[in-house]
């Protein structure tokens, strides 16, 4: 007989009064009652929110396991998109909180990618001045990144993430397993935060990457690694004080204005992440001190995960501009803007200009 699995040890998530564990593995979502029970035994009645690709997946076993704990869920499902992240419907989830009679005692589940994280965790930060949540993850991109460090939010028509606050996750699960039924191109776009993290923080973890690429390497370790850097940096600057967390943004000023000039949905968050990530690269290596050789390998990196490097004629440079100019990574007209040393090792700098911007948009057009 084959060795039992072992199970993947937590993310811990140190932030004080505000800790919580991130569990990383397969086959999680039959015991999310339990684990739900460990930290808030006291509360029953809960809003499960999800959307309409992931409710029919895997809706039933979270509300069974939540039932099987004694709780009370009821769930919330949203159309699938980038549309459902609005002010318009969260009022719509917040609407169904009440009718399901939801007080101060309850709790969110957020069931589902980046959209519903942010969406369900907005929504119970708001929900009678604030309830608890649980995050549970089911892409790429949200287990390595928007599940873990509270940001929660919606986007107003003309920017994206312009309304939220922090609001903590009190427990976080990270199955694996819901992985296995993304479709290529969501698959896909998680790997442009995960590229993310090892530009900025850990260049070891490239070689990783290039084993999943291939179709080999532990994808749950992988996971748990980039859970882990995450959790670092928001232990490290929780609230983005002290300039730690801003890293976190590295290809992201131009990438969000490129998502938003596309209109939201069109383009993929981390297909639009993945051209600022080439842009944000091409600027190392032009005003700081990245090679063009590691600047190659991000592209290329990019590339093995089909993810855009190149820029569409179709998206106006000025409009362009515009957008990014309302970004809240721009502060009294100047530009934090994230760039590498090498790779690895990211910083702050408040010496790049609109014109060095514009220039990586027409390098993007290449």
Excluded at 216 to 225: H, M, N, P, Q, W
Aim: glycine letters at 8%; hydrophobic letters at 40%.
């Amino acid at each position: 007989m084959p060795p039992p699995v072992q199970p993947v040890r937590p993310v811990f998530v140190n932030l004080g009064p505000r800790s919580y564990l991130v569990q990383v593995g397969r086959d999680l979502l039959k015991t999310l009652g339990e684990e739900v029970n460990k930290k808030l035994p006291d509360r029953v009645k809960c809003a499960v929110v999800t959307d309409s690709n992931v409710g029919p997946l895997y809706a039933e076993t979270v509300l069974e396991s939540l039932r099987s704990a004694g709780k009370e869920p009821h769930l919330i499902t949203v159309p699938a998109g980038e549309s459902s992240k609005s002010l318009s419907w969260s009022e719509s989830v917040l609407g169904e909180m009440v009718r399901a009679g939801l007080d101060r005692k309850s709790f969110v589940v957020a069931l589902g990618g980046g959209v519903i994280g942010d969406l369900g965790g907005f929504c119970a930060a708001v929900y009678q001045r604030g309830i608890p949540y649980v995050q549970v993850p089911t892409t790429v991109l949200s287990q390595v990144d928007s599940s873990v460090g509270g940001k929660t939010g919606v986007n107003l028509p003309a920017a994206k993430n312009m309304v939220g606050c922090f609001h903590q996750p009190v427990h976080v699960v990270a199955d694996v397993d819901t992985l296995d039924s993304l479709p290529k191109r969501e698959w896909n776009e998680g790997f442009a935060e995960i590229i993310k993290h090892a530009a900025i923080r850990d260049a070891s973890m490239f070689d990783a990457i290039k084993n999943i690429a291939d179709g080999k390497g532990d994808l749950v370790a992988l996971i748990r690694r980039n859970i882990s850097i995450k959790a670092a940096i928001v232990e490290a600057d929780e609230f983005e004080t002290i300039g730690t967390r801003a890293l976190l943004n590295f290809g992201h000023t131009l990438g969000h204005a490129i998502e938003a000039a596309a209109g939201y949905g069109k383009l993929l968050h981390g297909e639009a992440i993945s051209l600022g990530l080439r842009a944000a690269s091409w600027l190392s290596a032009q005003i700081s001190d990245l090679t063009a050789e590691d600047h190659d390998k991000i592209v290329s990196l990019l590339k093995r995960f089909d993810l855009p490097v190149r820029l569409s004629d179709d998206f106006d440079t000025e409009e362009l501009m515009r957008i990014a100019r309302m970004d809240k990574k721009f502060e009294n007209g100047k530009i934090r803007f994230v760039l590498l040393r090498k790779p690895g090792d990211a910083y702050v700098c408040k010496d790049v200009i609109e014109g060095h911007l514009k220039q990586a948009l027409e390098e993007l057009r290449k």
